[in-house]
């Protein structure tokens, strides 16, 4: 399992925001954050702050919002992560 028991608490007690969405899809497929970093271009710490309430910014909304539309329809997190690469053109 890729999160911590702190780290799960935390992001289901944060606000709900657009990263947010994506880190609780995240953490119920346990796909990783340095996949969503890989799938959308930002820092692994950015894709935490997202996680955590922070806002996903206009150069990576459309990637999150792509990403979590993957999560929702994946039912494993190698799932999610081959149709990531395949979406985003990445290396699997």
Do not use: H
């Not at 820092?43 to 919002?65: I, S």
């Amino acid at each position: 399992m890729p999160y911590t028991t702190n780290t799960i608490y935390a992001v289901r007690k944060s606000k709900t925001t657009l990263g947010n969405k994506l880190g609780r899809l995240a953490i119920d497929l346990d796909f990783s954050v340095t996949r969503i970093s890989e799938a959308t271009g930002a820092t692994r710490q950015t894709a935490y702050n997202w996680l955590f309430g922070g806002e996903v910014l206009g150069p990576y909304r459309d990637r999150v919002e792509k990403l979590i539309r993957i999560l929702e329809t994946s039912s494993t997190a190698e799932q999610a992560w081959t149709k990531a690469c395949q979406d985003f053109n990445l290396k699997i």
